[in-house]
């Protein structure tokens, strides 16, 4: 028997499969948040705020 090669679907099946390669990697490349002191970052809001508000 010959062997029929399906080279359109063999395309798709490599750009797919890079595709996923890169999303991986873009993800990785975004750094994790780690240890965030939400109390801190409020307190710094709120002085921002209040000098805004004292200028206009």
């Known amino acids: 028997m010959s062997v029929t090669r ?3 679907k ?3 099946n490599i750009a ?3 595709n996923k ?3 991986i990697k873009q993800l990785l ?3 994790v948040l780690k240890n965030v002191d939400i109390e801190e970052l409020k307190a710094r ?3 921002s ?3 805004t508000e004292a200028n206009a």
Do not use: E
């Open 21 to 23: 390669q890169r999303v």
């Open 49 to 51: 705020a209040a000098k």
């Open 6 to 8: 399906l080279k359109r």
């Open 29 to 31: 490349l975004t750094p």
């Open 45 to 47: 809001f709120t002085t």
């Open 16 to 18: 797919r499969a890079n």
């Open 10 to 12: 063999h395309r798709k």
